[in-house]
């Protein structure tokens, strides 16, 4: 047998030594303004000693160990790299989802990140289409994939109580009521990785998770970084377009003292193009949302990432359609599920070209979010390309 001997030109490159700890994480995402309040940190320690405030004002993570100053943590001192290994918003962490992903990293032109088709899509069942934001999509994949046997639950958002606190929280949905319990959007944070505790605690082992771009990049990065067992449960992802969400205090500082709205009056709430609202009692009222930015989240003021570029399918309700909801279908794992759902009839799909300008929407609002990612971090999230100068207008004729 000739000799196999690996040469140095094929040897693959050695990956260098993770020794990244909390203290990095600290002072480089946590401290900068980077943190997005994920949660993905938390849930990855193995030491219980980062905690998590999930309220207004909080939104963070924090170390736990008082007596060691909010920097120093013992088992980083000693080793462990689980927090920076499952942050996605640590050094490079856009390239290493991409690539650990797609086996390649976005081109600059690539706005909206790496994708494989933009669809129109609804839920085919109208009970479900009726419950859910926009086209009900993001509740038909749920319940498909719980009947279907591929997940056993999936780490949503609810509100609190009966509702009317407007409370977000996340939480674990197993069957067919909890997922519509969870149905619509909030525009307030909830860090659902958070109940990936909860789920593993009932036994549940493969599961969806929905959420923004900020939390459906952590499972990726955490694969990647071999973080440990943290993530093996996700078995799929759900994204949704975001440019940013809202601190609690907006209910009352902006809906209530202008517009005379209280939480518990308000049924649902939608933004296109404005903030959209509607109460119990049939009115709807609709705010600029140049009004609402003063209570913009501190977390989402850096985020680069509108399209949740890391998720398996991304979904939002921009566009003209109103019970539609835009489809970004990226990952094979992705397509294969929308194939299915297809063929099974549990949805209906339209072709993007529908909506042009919808598509085009996604790509400007990924641009302006792009823009936001600080100069002195690492670059990759922030690079878009050059606008084309813009055309002078004909002169009269």
């Not at 088992?75 to 290994?85: A, I, V």
Request: one cysteine or more; glycine letters at 10%.
């Amino acid at each position: 047998m000739p000799d196999m001997a690996v040469t140095e030109a094929s040897s693959p490159p050695v990956r260098e030594r993770w020794t990244n700890q909390w203290a990095e994480l600290y002072d480089e995402v946590i401290t900068t303004g980077l943190c997005t309040g994920c949660s993905g940190c938390v849930v990855a320690c193995p030491h219980d000693v980062i905690g998590y405030v999930h309220a207004e004002g909080g939104y963070r993570p924090f170390h736990l160990e008082d007596e060691l100053g909010p920097a120093d943590c013992t088992h980083g001192q000693k080793g462990c790299t689980s927090c920076t290994r499952a942050c996605p918003r640590f050094r490079d962490w856009e390239t290493e989802a991409d690539d650990h992903l797609f086996s390649r990293v976005r081109e600059v032109t690539e706005l909206s990140g790496i994708y494989d088709e933009v669809l129109l899509t609804r839920a085919a069942d109208d009970s479900v289409h009726d419950v859910g934001q926009d086209g009900g999509l993001v509740s038909a994949i749920l319940l498909w994939l719980l009947d279907e046997g591929y997940i056993d639950g999936a780490l949503v958002s609810y509100l609190e109580g009966d509702g009317s606190t407007w409370k977000a929280k996340p939480g674990v949905a197993t069957n067919r009521a909890e997922v519509l319990a969870s149905a619509g959007s909030r525009y307030t944070y909830s860090a659902n990785l958070l109940a990936l505790p909860e789920a593993t605690e009932r036994g549940l082992s493969k599961l969806a998770l929905v959420g923004m771009g900020c939390m459906t990049s952590s499972p990726p990065i955490m694969w990647s970084r071999k973080v440990g067992k943290v993530a093996k449960p996700i078995v799929f992802n759900i994204g949704l377009l975001c440019s940013k969400t809202f601190d609690d205090r907006i209910f009352e500082e902006l809906f209530e003292a202008k517009y005379g709205l209280t939480r518990a009056e308000i049924k649902k709430v939608n933004i296109k193009g404005v903030f959209q609202i509607w109460t119990h009692d049939g009115r709807y009222v609709e705010v600029p949302l140049k009004e609402c930015h003063e209570w913009t989240r501190e977390g989402c003021t850096h985020c680069p990432d509108f399209g949740a570029e890391h998720a398996d399918i991304s979904t939002g309700g921009i566009g003209k359609f109103n019970d539609w909801t835009l489809t970004v279908v990226r990952t094979p794992l992705g397509r294969a599920v929308m194939d299915r759902m297809i063929a099974a009839g549990r949805i209906e799909t339209r072709p993007g070209s529908d909506d042009p300008a919808a598509i085009e929407l996604m790509h400007k609002l990924s641009r302006k979010s792009r823009k936001r990612w600080p100069e002195t971090a690492v670059a990759a999230p922030g690079r878009v390309p050059p606008l084309p100068p813009k055309q002078p207008k004909p002169a009269p004729a």
